[in-house]
């Protein structure tokens, strides 16, 4: 999907104009980051950044990932969308992570490369301002996430070994 049917989506499930303008800067993000993997498909990865949120039309919560998966099935997207959506939050949450908080226990770890892309693109976006893995990690750590951290960490690592340049120096 472009930028006019993402956004056409999100208005239609009246979407909060803070979201989708957050959205366009994860998915901005996520296709410059993409475009530095090999094999990595830009389409897939800009139409799950531009949608990652949807769930949030529904809830503000940590649930708004479960909500906007169901939306992504109910509108047809395809499955790597729908894992994006899924999977974007932190550096993913596990399945005895969900239970511990409460949400459905599902594997929500990204595991395409796709997926994988617009989480941690999602982790460098705050509102709509880029910023450093280090800022990330530290926001984590204040508040005893450190497991989520260090998952954070590796994906990183992962991800600028396979674009063969540090993240922290991609920009859109």
């Known amino acids: 999907m472009d930028r006019t049917e993402c956004i056409a989506v999100l208005k239609e499930l009246k979407c909060p104009e803070q979201v989708v303008r957050h959205s366009e800067a994860v998915a901005g993000l996520a296709r410059a980051i993409a475009a530095h993997i090999p094999d990595c498909n830009a389409e897939t ?3 799950g950044g531009m949608l990652h949120d949807i769930g949030r039309t529904v809830t503000n919560s940590l649930s708004h990932a479960y909500e906007g998966e169901k939306i992504a099935v109910r509108l047809g997207l395809p499955p790597s969308v729908r894992e994006i959506i899924r999977t974007h939050m932190g550096g993913g949450i596990t399945e005895e992570e969900a239970a ?6 599902n594997d929500c770890v990204p595991h395409s ?5 617009v989480c941690h693109a999602d ?3 705050a509102d709509t301002k880029r910023r450093s893995l280090r800022d990330v ?3 984590y750590r ?3 996430l450190d497991t989520a951290a260090e998952r954070i ?3 990183h690592d992962e991800l600028s070994q396979l674009a063969g340049v540090d993240l922290d120096t991609v920009t859109e």
């Open 45 to 47: 990865v800009y139409t």
């Open 100 to 105: 511990l908080l409460g949400l459905p226990e």
């Open 113 to 117: 490369l796709e997926s994988k892309v």
């Open 123 to 125: 982790n460098l976006i």
């Open 137 to 139: 990690l530290k926001q």
């Open 142 to 144: 204040d508040k005893g």
């Open 153 to 155: 960490q590796k994906l």
